[in-house]
Nanobody
Framework: QVQLVESGGGLMQVGGSLRLSCAAS????????MGWFRQAPGKEREFVAA????????YYGDSVKGRFIISRDNAKNTVYLQMNSLKPEDTAVYYC????????????????WGQGTQVTVSS
């Protein structure tokens, strides 16, 4: 069992930066692939980024490539999402996800999800 708790969301102006954190419980965190998704009001959930258990494989959604960076610290049971050059369209609730395989994260079939943290980008 893995429990995920996101933090770091908030209100930011266009062009600013935020770093989201996702703290995971459970001793098996280091064996799980992790990912970030987001959902804006009235829109479907969107894939943002994913990282394999050792960090060797990383993927980004097209809308965030070159602006967002996903990373993880297995010693701290935490995955991060550094968000730079924020745009109004980045406004959404951001969710952390975990799965035993990277494929399941990428396809939205994660086993575990956090409660989400709100990110609002104002112009």
């Amino acid at each position: 069992q893995v429990q995920l708790v996101e933090s770091g969301g908030g209100l930011m102006q266009v062009g600013g930066s935020l770093r989201l954190s996702c703290a995971a419980s459970g001793r098996t965190f280091s064996t799980y692939a992790m990912g970030w998704f987001r959902q804006a009001p009235g829109k479907e959930r969107e894939f943002v980024a994913a990282i394999s258990w050792a960090g060797a494989s990383i993927y980004y959604g097209d809308s965030v490539k070159g602006r967002f960076i996903i990373s993880r610290d297995n010693a701290k049971n935490t995955v991060y999402l550094q968000m730079n050059s924020l745009k109004p369209e980045d406004t959404a609730v951001y969710y952390c996800a975990a799965a035993e395989t990277l494929r399941r994260v990428l396809t939205g079939g994660s086993d575990y999800w956090g409660q989400g943290t709100q990110v609002t980008v104002s112009s």
